[in-house]
Structures are given as structure tokens and as C-alpha cells.
């Protein structure tokens, strides 16, 4: 894979940041004109190459080098962002593998033993309608449409008006499984988003699976009355219990080596003369151990009740999404592993927190194998997210040269 140009990928990611992001961070928000906008660039790009241009029933964008064989090896990321985001999440997976593609198909004169496929998938961030990973899910057959029905964006916009604007139709969104009775392994590199790697002094980490994610909502009534008149232990303050949980579920997760964060937390009737009525927090929480998960889950809910009962409050847990740890393919993490080592790189292996498209590629039961590379501060959906270019070198050569290996690999069976 001398051919490899990792050069070429990290000036493309800046063209593509140039053209829809700038100094305020990337604004490829999923369904809009600026993903559009995104995706005619890169077909520029694959124009280059003699390979079909699609895009799904779910707006998953494909490009397939066609091979000798049917059975395909797929690389693939997103190009959607978050409002705000950088300039490396997701694209770099993209553009790496269109680097990928194109030595692989230089390098088999236009015809590989198999099918070679790059996929952008459609809404990985979830940051526009509230639901991650909505392409490969829909392909997956993961996706329960009912789920998403009727959703809005901050602007009133309708998802199913969103996906009807890009040529998608919600009640269509499944058809997109089709695309992967083909596929004999996906493999997709993507920064890290978090500082484990920096802290460890390793650019490049080998991912053994994903942790698994709760996510549920806590909703304490009290009373509302009067502060100044209220004597302390008169009170029903939802605000309170809402703020010892908080407290709680960090200590209860830090016992465990668990993950715990608090995406919001809604206060009722929210004035600075009225004690709080009512509290609403949701809380995510994840562990790579289901069994850990479930007990650090059950110990949160558990200290929701105790406080409940002990502030005479009302309490009611909802549950509102919950994905299981998945371990992606072992052979195609031994290969990784091997695929660092050949570039003289110690690997690192490591799980990972953050949902990404190759987990659903594992529930569709296709063999998946995933590369991290090192985010300078552990920064990401930040403008500021960035990637020393030595580091995004090294993790481009190693994807090539996994994708090689495996590539070679299925061509023999």
C-alpha cells in the first residue's frame, strides 16, 4: 500500500471543512443543503474512479467499485456533523476510505477480487431529529419507524418533510437492508472524542467493541410555594432530590468505573421566587459489562426512590432507550492489531463509548472492525476538535493496510 497518500485525505478533510464550516465548526446538519452539498463534492471525487454512485432507500450514500466477486468489503463513515461540530468527526472515515479505495483499485487495475463499497451514512449524529445512527440503523433493521414518526427540529421542521426535501421517504427507510446482503466485513476509522489515547501516549487504538448505553428519565414532584416563607424542612423541593441524584449517579458510577452524565435537567415552575414543584433530569449511563451496567442502572433508580420517600416527593422513571456492549469481529481486530504493528506502532486497544455505525453493522450481523485515532485533548463536537497530522497519517496507513489484508483475506474464501 506504498501508494496510500495520507497527505491527500488530511487536504481534503480541509477542503470539505472550508466548504461547509469555517471558524463557528462544521454545519453538515443531517437533511440539509450543506450535507448536499457535502456529498456532490465527494462525488467529484469518486467520479474519479470506475465506481456506481447510489444512494438507499434511506439515504445512505454508496459508492461500489465492483469486483470479480459480489462479496464486498466495506469502508465507510458519515459526513453529517453536529451544529457546531469539527472537522475530523466522521469525515475522516469517509475520505480515508475513498484514499483506500483508490490504491486498492489502482493497485487491482479497476478490478478487485471482491467488491469494494464506500458508504456515507445518512444522520450517524442524530443532532438535527434526536435519533443517532439513523441510516445504518434503518439498513440494519434496527430502526423502529414509529420511533422517529412525527419528530420536529428546533426550527418546527418535520423529519419525515427533512427526509422528503433529500428524496427519502420514512415509510420507505427499511428497504435500505438490501445494500447489505453482500457484505462480508466493514471496517471504519474515526477519532477517538475523548482523551484516553492522548493520556496513554498512543496515536492510533485498536476498538474491541462498544459499551453498551441506558438512557432514562427521572421526574420528582414536590410542591411549589413560597421560599421566603417556607421553612427548610417545610419544603417539597423537587430541585433538591434532583440535585442529590445528579451527585449520586457520579459517585455510583465512579465506584463502578462506569460512565454517568446528565443531559438535562428541567425545572418546574423555574423561578427564583418559587421553590421547585417538579424536577426532570435524564440521565445516560455506560459500562462495556452489561452486568455492571444493569447495577449501576438499578443503584440509580434505587437511590431515586430512597430520595423520593426520604423528601416526601412523587418520583417516576421512564425509560427511554438502552443498547446492549457488542464485541466487534475477532479476527478482524487480531488483523487490526497486526495492521498497526506492521507500522511499527504499538497498538492500544480499547472500547468505545460514543455509538458509531459499525456497531449496527455487528447487529446486522456482518463481521466489523474499527480504528481510533487520537484526539489532541480529548475535544470533539467542538470547533476546536483537531488531530496532530502525524497521528491522522499513521491511522490512515493502518487502515490501508487492514483493508489490504482483508481484502486478500476474502478474496480466498
Known amino acids: ?42 462525488d467529484e471525487r469518486l467520479r474519479e474512479l470506475p465506481v456506481e454512485i447510489s444512494y438507499d432507500a434511506a439515504g445512505n450514500h454508496w459508492a461500489t467499485l465492483p469486483g470479480r466477486r459480489k462479496a464486498s468489503l466495506v469502508l465507510g463513515s458519515h459526513l453529517d456533523s453536529v451544529a457546531g ?148 424542612d417545610a419544603r417539597r423541593d423537587a430541585l433538591l432530590a434532583g440535585a442529590r441524584l445528579i451527585a449520586g449517579a457520579h459517585e455510583i458510577a465512579e465506584r463502578a468505573s462506569a460512565l454517568t452524565s446528565i443531559g438535562s435537567c428541567q425545572v418546574e415552575p423555574g423561578h427564583i421566587t418559587i421553590i421547585a414543584g417538579a424536577c426532570t433530569i435524564v440521565i445516560e449511563q455506560n459500562h462495556v459489562d452489561p452486568a455492571v451496567l444493569r447495577a449501576v442502572e438499578a443503584e440509580t433508580v434505587g437511590l431515586a426512590h430512597e430520595l423520593a420517600a426520604g423528601a416526601g416527593l412523587e418520583v417516576e422513571v421512564d425509560d427511554l432507550w438502552r443498547i446492549e456492549p457488542l464485541d466487534f469481529d475477532a479476527d478482524l481486530v487480531a488483523r487490526a492489531d497486526a495492521a498497526v504493528r506492521s507500522l511499527q506502532a504499538k497498538p492500544f486497544h480499547m472500547p468505545s463509548g460514543p455509538l458509531h455505525d459499525a456497531g449496527e453493522m455487528v447487529r446486522a450481523g456482518i463481521p466489523s472492525a474499527m480504528l481510533f485515532v487520537q484526539s489532541r485533548g480529548g475535544i470533539s463536537h467542538n470547533p476546536r476538535e483537531d488531530t496532530d497530522d502525524e497521528h491522522l497519517e499513521l491511522a490512515v496507513r493502518a487502515l490501508g493496510a487492514l483493508a489490504e489484508d482483508v481484502l486478500g483475506a476474502l478474496a480466498t474464501r
Open 1 to 42: 500500500m506504498s501508494a496510500i497518500d495520507p497527505a491527500r485525505v488530511i487536504a481534503e478533510l480541509r477542503e470539505l471543512h472550508a466548504l461547509t464550516g469555517g471558524p463557528a465548526g462544521a454545519q453538515r446538519l443531517a437533511w440539509s443543503s450543506q450535507v448536499a452539498r457535502a456529498r456532490g463534492w465527494l
Open 85 to 232: 461540530g469539527g472537522w475530523l468527526d466522521g469525515s475522516l472515515g469517509v475520505l480515508a476510505g475513498l484514499e483506500v479505495m483508490r490504491t486498492l483499485c489502482d493497485a487491482w487495475e479497476g478490478r478487485p477480487p471482491i467488491t469494494l463499497r464506500l458508504v456515507d451514512w445518512a444522520d450517524e449524529e442524530g443532532a438535527r431529529f434526536g435519533r443517532s445512527l439513523l441510516g445504518s440503523s434503518a439498513a440494519a433493521g434496527t430502526l423502529d419507524l414509529e420511533e422517529i414518526r412525527g419528530r420536529v427540529d428546533g426550527d418546527g421542521v418535520a423529519i419525515e418533510a427533512a427526509m422528503a426535501a433529500s428524496g427519502v421517504d420514512l415509510e420507505r427507510l427499511l428497504d435500505s437492508g438490501r445494500e447489505l446482503a453482500d457484505i462480508a466485513a466493514y471496517l471504519e476509522l474515526h477519532i477517538e472524542q475523548g482523551p484516553v489515547l492522548e493520556r496513554a501516549g498512543a496515536p492510533v487504538a485498536v476498538v474491541d467493541g462498544t459499551c453498551g448505553a441506558v438512557r432514562y428519565r427521572v421526574r420528582f414532584v414536590g410542591e411549589a410555594c413560597h421560599p421566603a416563607a417556607t421553612p427548610l
